[in-house]
């Protein structure tokens, strides 16, 4: 494609997965004798465009997670970065060490350990649009009703469907700017609430956000109803 500069995944994997009941976090449970945040690095590990790979990943499973690195070459991956107590803590840490040695045109990916079925061309479209916009988001139409409560047992109000758009991850952001971003957040105490991403942190701080190419398969494996889709998925070749 003729880049300048890097563009350097980062995989979320911090997360305990405490929704699901597991005995090990979702990142890591088997599927057909794989683990899920294996075949979320290998569609970055087979993307051309990807330079590298940082982890942020939970703490005490570091070790295991190289190990499964080694076992299924993932070679682009350069650093496994400690997780912190949010997913915003997570972010800003495994942001902090990719600044310490990138610069700041350079592309930083993010994405989530539990999206294992991240297509190549959404990893692709994502970042040729930051390349051209400064950011890019992953995004999709969203085809449900939306209906705003009054109160817990009822609404009056709802949202015309073709104003919003579903945004998932990947997303791209230019390192310099995300650097910059995360740390005034942190300074001010702002856009780092439970709920908050990279995405909506940005939005808070005042950036306009682009869309990118989304997928319906690209789904967060966050409860066993979603684990028994990517079976499927994988099953039907769909996740080929």
Known sequence: MGFSGKNIAMILAAGSGRRMGLDVPKQFVNVYGKPVV???LEAFEHNPLIDSIVVVCIDGWQEMLLNYAGQYKISKLKKVVEGGATVQESIKKGIDFIASFADNDDLVVIHDGVRPLVDDDVLSDVII?????GNAVSSLPYYEQIFVKSDEISTEKYIQRNSIRRVMTPQAYKCGKLKKAYDRAFKENKGIGEASYANTLMVDLGEK????SGSEKNIKLTT???LELF???LKSGAGA
């Open 129 to 133: 649009k930051c390349q051209k916009y």
């Open 209 to 212: 956000l682009f869309f990118a």
């Open 38 to 40: 294996i075949y979320t």
């Open 224 to 226: 066993k109803e979603n």
């Open 231 to 233: 079976k499927f998925f």
